[in-house]
């Protein structure tokens, strides 16, 4: 597979099933060589535009916007937005770009769709690094995580978008532009791409803390599978259940530069870094 070094557009239908209605996915390109795909939630191609181009100098690096963000549309809205439907959008993507295994990078939600995809289809994947993947269900005490997310989705509905971010901040223990550090962004899906955060808070967000990955397929498949944290992340819900997880599968965790949202704040050393693990 070759593409242009500079960054071009696209589309791809993904067809309708029994579950989901069909969908039309924008991604774009950069580079030449293997295909990595850099995987967000909601954040998509704009939120890993330098790190994709900080990794595209030997390899094809993949961004695309999940399905209902930003330039990705849904023939409707009658579906549930799990990871497994994600994970099954990222099938028919990669589809019509390569017939060969891939790469992926996900992070936050988009790891748990990276998780999807490797039990669902193992043979699609070569390697998966998923960086904080919030898998609430790996906790001791995801009954009451799960029920103080469902406030969240209630807040967005009762009394509004910033009264459910800032629950939603305090829940995750994420947190803000406004907290005095000009080193981490607001933790919030980029206003552009998603103005009243409708969409996360009320499609995506519900489904979260009732992941739960197969976990004997993830041990059984071929794909190897490396589990990242933020070295800035503190006791934040994402690093948690990262670290349960990782614990169940007997795998270990590496740090990452910066918090959450390492590959924004610390591009550079996070792209060094995860390019070292794609070569390993």
């Given at each position: 597979?070759?593409?242009?070094?500079?960054?071009?557009?696209?589309?791809?239908?993904?067809?309708?099933?029994?579950?989901?209605?069909?969908?039309?996915?924008?991604?774009?390109?950069?580079?030449?060589?293997?295909?990595?795909?850099?995987?967000?939630?909601?954040?998509?191609?704009?939120?890993?535009?330098?790190?994709?181009?900080?990794?595209?100098?030997?390899?094809?690096?993949?961004?695309?916007?999940?399905?209902?963000?930003?330039?990705?549309?849904?023939?409707?809205?009658?579906?549930?937005?799990?990871?497994?439907?994600?994970?099954?959008?990222?099938?028919?993507?990669?589809?019509?770009?390569?017939?060969?295994?891939?790469?992926?990078?996900?992070?936050?939600?988009?790891?748990l769709t990276g998780i999807a995809l490797v039990t669902a289809s193992p043979g699609r994947v070569r390697t998966l690094v998923a960086h904080e993947p919030p898998v609430i269900t790996a906790l001791p005490d995801?009954?009451?995580?799960?029920?103080?997310?469902?406030?969240?989705?209630?807040?967005?509905?009762?009394?509004?978008?910033?009264?459910?971010?800032?629950?939603?901040?305090?829940?995750?223990?994420?947190?803000?532009?406004?907290?005095?550090?000009?080193?981490?962004?607001?933790?919030?899906?980029?206003?552009?791409?998603?103005?009243?955060?409708?969409?996360?808070?009320?499609?995506?967000?519900?489904?979260?803390?009732?992941?739960?990955?197969?976990?004997?397929?993830?041990?059984?498949?071929?794909?190897?599978?490396?589990?990242?944290?933020?070295?800035?992340?503190?006791?934040?819900?994402?690093?948690?259940?990262?670290?349960?997880?990782?614990?169940?599968?007997?795998?270990?965790?590496?740090?990452?530069?910066?918090?959450?949202?390492?590959?924004?704040?610390?591009?550079?050393?996070?792209?060094?870094?995860?390019?070292?693990?794609?070569?390993?």
């Amino acid at each position: 597979m070759a593409r242009s070094r500079s960054a071009l557009g696209f589309h791809t239908l993904v067809p309708p099933t029994r579950h989901a209605p069909g969908a039309r996915l924008y991604y774009e390109t950069r580079g030449t060589g293997p295909l990595l795909a850099l995987l967000g939630t909601p954040l998509g191609t704009d939120a890993y535009a330098e790190l994709a181009e900080l990794l595209a100098t030997e390899r094809t690096v993949l961004t695309y916007d999940p399905r209902g963000t930003h330039r990705s549309t849904s023939e409707s809205d009658a579906y549930d937005d799990t990871p497994e439907l994600r994970a099954s959008d990222l099938s028919h993507l990669l589809a019509a770009v390569t017939d060969e295994p891939v790469d992926l990078f996900g992070s936050s939600g988009g790891a748990l769709t990276g998780i999807a995809l490797v039990t669902a289809s193992p043979g699609r994947v070569r390697t998966l690094v998923a960086h904080e993947p919030p898998v609430i269900t790996a906790l001791p005490d995801a009954a009451e995580i799960r029920t103080r997310i469902d406030e969240v989705v209630t807040a967005f509905h009762t009394a509004g978008a910033p009264a459910a971010w800032a629950q939603f901040l305090s829940v995750t223990g994420m947190p803000t532009s406004s907290d005095g550090d000009d080193d981490t962004p607001d933790s919030r899906p980029d206003e552009n791409a998603d103005p009243d955060g409708d969409y996360f808070l009320t499609r995506m967000l519900p489904h979260t803390p009732r992941y739960y990955p197969d976990l004997p397929a993830l041990r059984a498949a071929d794909t190897r599978v490396l589990f990242g944290v933020g070295a800035d992340s503190g006791d934040q819900l994402p690093r948690r259940a990262t670290t349960a997880l990782a614990t169940r599968l007997h795998h270990r965790v590496t740090e990452f530069p910066g918090g959450h949202l390492g590959y924004l704040t610390h591009p550079s050393e996070f792209s060094a870094l995860l390019d070292r693990h794609l070569r390993a």
